[in-house]
């Protein structure tokens, strides 16, 4: 196996992408590269060489050494609020990976897709969104992206954007829009069962969010029928130490 080593990455470029989350394009000298669904950790250290580290999906397929990265405020955490409030175009960070080879999609891959997100779960779904285009694949994707009003938006513009091939539901938690066909609320059996993939179509789940979300909505999809090795997850709990 390939032993990981810490790389130095400058950041190149912020996008904004809610009030509390932005997008981090860094250039990673030495990068080798990831498939879509990876992580990486990220480790800060301070004048004083005290240093921690935290994992963060890789949110793009990687274009030569650059990558991006998409991080929420965590408003009592460590190193979210310096990720999205402190770091400046210019400044470097240290860079490991990628990590992960389970919860991952290859894009010759033929199996119809379903992509459950909730909150900063999109993140790494959105870069198997991203590889898809890229492929020119045809594989079919549905994505159900539970996120708690319109504002926690991520990638808004992006997936407004018409692909052919990618159905996408919002699933409002706690504000929807005016008029929205589904009242606010949590994700639900029915959810799953409407806008995903009947379970005879033998799709590849893919589940990432809270540790809460995914464990409810995997339940729901092995509940459904799915076959529990074809249900892919992803736990965005406390990382790191
Ligand atoms: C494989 C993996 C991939 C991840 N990818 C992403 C990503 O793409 N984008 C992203 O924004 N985050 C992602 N995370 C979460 C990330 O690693 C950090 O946990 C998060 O940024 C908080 O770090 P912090 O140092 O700010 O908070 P900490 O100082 O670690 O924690 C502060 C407080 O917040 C709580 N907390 C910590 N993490 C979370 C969380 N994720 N949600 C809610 N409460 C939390 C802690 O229990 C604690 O009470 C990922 C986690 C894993 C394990």
Redesign the pocket.
């Known amino acids: 196996m390939r032993r990981l080593i810490w790389l130095a990455a400058t950041l190149v470029k912020v996008r904004e992408e809610t009030a509390t989350a932005r997008t981090l394009v860094f250039d990673a000298p030495g990068w080798p590269g990831h498939l879509p669904g990876q992580?990486l950790d990220v480790r800060l250290t301070a004048d004083d060489g005290y240093s921690t580290q935290?994992?963060?999906?890789l949110a793009a397929p990687a274009e030569g050494e650059r990558i991006e990265?998409?991080?929420?405020l965590?408003d009592?955490?460590?190193?979210?609020?310096y990720l999205t409030e402190v770091l400046q175009v210019g400044d470097q960070v240290e860079v490991r990976g990628p990590v992960g080879g389970w919860f991952v999609w290859r894009p010759e891959s033929r199996a119809p897709v379903l992509l459950v997100g909730g909150g900063?779960g999109i993140?790494p779904l959105m870069a198997m969104v991203r590889a898809r285009r890229l492929a020119g694949s045809r594989t079919p994707f549905r994505l159900l992206y539970s996120l708690r009003d319109p504002g926690r938006r991520y990638y808004a513009d992006e997936l407004r954007r018409p692909e052919p091939g990618l159905d996408i539901t919002y699933l409002y938690t706690r504000t929807a829009p005016e008029d929205w066909p589904r009242k606010a609320g949590r994700v639900m059996r029915d959810d799953l069962a409407e806008n995903g993939w009947p379970a005879s179509f033998e799709p590849d789940c893919y589940v990432c969010g809270?540790t809460g979300f995914v464990e409810v909505a995997a339940d729901m999809l092995i509940d459904l029928g799915h076959a529990p090795d074809h249900v892919r997850t992803?736990?965005?709990?406390?990382?790191?130490g």
């Open positions: 992580h935290r994992s963060y999906s990265l998409t991080v929420e965590v009592d955490g460590e190193v979210s609020p900063s993140v809270p992803e736990r965005f709990g406390p990382s790191g």
